[in-house]
């Protein structure tokens, strides 16, 4: 069985500029959560993704933005980046059930100068 | 909106002894499951524990237990046997229920296992 992936681990922009994330899910699961952790903080739900369609979104701006493919792995797009934006993003696939259990990758470091 | 407060950010412990971190959260939902993660120092986050609320036994998983009591919305994290693995950052999370919907987290309890 394999775990949850991403990638870049990490990855410096520059203000204004655009970055896609990616997540690759571990196997049998159909749903995808992606969340942004600040220094110091908890992460924080930014949307999840359910048979390609977003499921649900955090108090996240529209630059923030997604897709799930058809073999459930993901992306994470962010246009017109801020400094506030340097985070560890957090992806977490699960199964669609009632449970809520969610597997996490290893994050990818962002960081916005 | 359901809110999830850890009010120690830092705790210490040494090896071998027992150490219980707080959580208290905010909800008007009557079936919800909770979870303790540990996210080790540069190492992605695992799940320790979860509590579903209809049960009212407390979850236990080895040396790891918790005391979820539903009417004063607390479900606090007992670490048995404390081992320096166990050297982490710990997060309590809410999650609802028949969904695969978000988990609200707080903001950690950083546990460091002396020797």
């Known amino acids: 069985e394999t775990g949850v992936t991403q990638s870049p681990t990490h990855l410096i922009k520059t203000r204004g500029q655009q970055v896609t994330l990616r997540c690759s899910s571990q196997?049998?699961?159909?749903?995808v959560s992606w969340y942004q952790q600040a220094l110091g903080q908890g992460p924080q739900f930014i949307f999840q993704y359910y048979r390609e369609e977003e499921n649900g979104r955090g108090n996240f701006p529209p630059r923030f933005s997604g897709l799930q493919f058809p073999n459930y792995s993901s992306e994470l797009n962010v246009n017109a980046l801020e400094l506030d934006d340097s985070a560890l993003y957090l992806c977490a696939s699960s199964f669609w059930q009632a449970d809520n259990e969610q597997f996490f990758g290893p994050g990818t470091r962002l960081t916005v100068l | 909106a359901q809110t999830v407060t850890q009010s120690q950010p830092e705790m210490s412990v040494q090896e071998a002894e027992t150490v219980t971190l707080s959580c208290t959260y905010d909800t008007s939902e009557n079936n919800y499951y909770l979870f303790w993660y540990k996210q080790p120092p540069s190492r992605q986050m695992i799940l320790v524990i979860r509590q579903e609320a209809y049960k009212q036994q407390n979850a236990t998983e080895n040396r790891f237990s918790v005391n979820f009591q539903k009417a004063a919305k607390s479900f606090s994290l007992k670490i048995s046997d404390s081992q320096l693995g166990d050297t982490a950052m710990y997060f309590c999370?809410?999650?609802?229920?028949?969904?695969?919907?978000?988990?609200?987290f707080g903001k950690g309890t950083s546990l460091l296992v002396t020797p």
């Open positions: 196997s049998g699961h159909n749903t």
């Open positions: 999370a809410f999650g609802r229920s028949n969904s695969g919907y978000a988990l609200n």
